[in-house]
């Protein structure tokens, strides 16, 4: 099943790639759609720089989880402790993640299928996994 859904995580963002140029503009009009207050989080990005910079990193860093996992459990634990710093409390991390698969979702319409639906929703929860347990010393393997 990991193999098969790194191939369902990543066909997920091609098809999305193949039908629309850019995501960051959904990603973040659907975040702030149904999460008013965030926006208010990005008050000092006024040329969007930081959105767009921030989602390129969020979905390589998807994309590594889903797969061979080579830095993104650590990285995820970090940017928990240093979004501290912008005011972002650890639950909204779920929420971004959750409002990247409703876009893709959204994208890819009638291509969304129960295979991408179940990929999406066990990644999430292995996601959440690693922003509720920051302290790396709790999630090294043995
Ligand atoms: C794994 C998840 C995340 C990653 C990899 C990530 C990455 C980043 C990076 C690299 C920056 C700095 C960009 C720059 O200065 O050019 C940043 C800033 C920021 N991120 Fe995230 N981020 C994540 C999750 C979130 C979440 C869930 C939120 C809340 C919606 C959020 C809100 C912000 C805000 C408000 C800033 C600062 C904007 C500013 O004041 O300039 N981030 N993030």
Same mark, same amino acid.
């Given at each position: 099943?990991?193999?098969?859904? &790194?191939?369902?995580? /990543?066909?997920s +963002? &091609?098809i999305?790639? #193949? ?9 973040y *009009?659907?975040? +702030?759609?149904?999460?008013? #207050?965030? &926006?208010?989080l +990005?008050w ?7 959105k767009?910079?921030?989602?390129s ?9 889903a797969?061979?996992?080579?830095y993104a ?7 928990v402790?240093?979004? &501290? ?5 650890? #639950?909204?991390? %779920?929420?971004?993640?959750? /409002?990247?698969?409703? /876009? ?11 295979a991408? #639906?179940? *990929? ?10 690693y ?7 709790? /999630?090294?393997? %043995?």
């Amino acid at each position: 099943m990991p193999d098969q859904r &790194e191939a369902l995580i /990543t066909e997920s +963002f &091609e098809i999305a790639a #193949d039908l629309c140029e850019d995501l960051t503009p959904l990603v973040y *009009a659907r975040l +702030f759609r149904e999460h008013p #207050d965030m &926006e208010l989080l +990005f008050w000092r990005d006024k040329n969007h720089q930081v959105k767009g910079e921030m989602l390129s990193r969020v979905i390589s860093a998807v994309l590594d989880f889903a797969g061979e996992r080579l830095y993104a459990a650590t990285m995820i634990q970090c940017e928990v402790i240093t979004h &501290e710093g912008y005011d972002v409390p650890p #639950d909204v991390f %779920a929420v971004f993640f959750g /409002t990247v698969r409703d /876009t893709l979702r959204g994208v890819l319409a009638e291509r969304w299928t129960p295979a991408l #639906d179940q *990929a999406w929703a066990s990644l999430l929860i292995e996601l959440d996994f690693y922003v509720t347990h920051p302290d790396q010393s709790q /999630t090294i393997p %043995a």
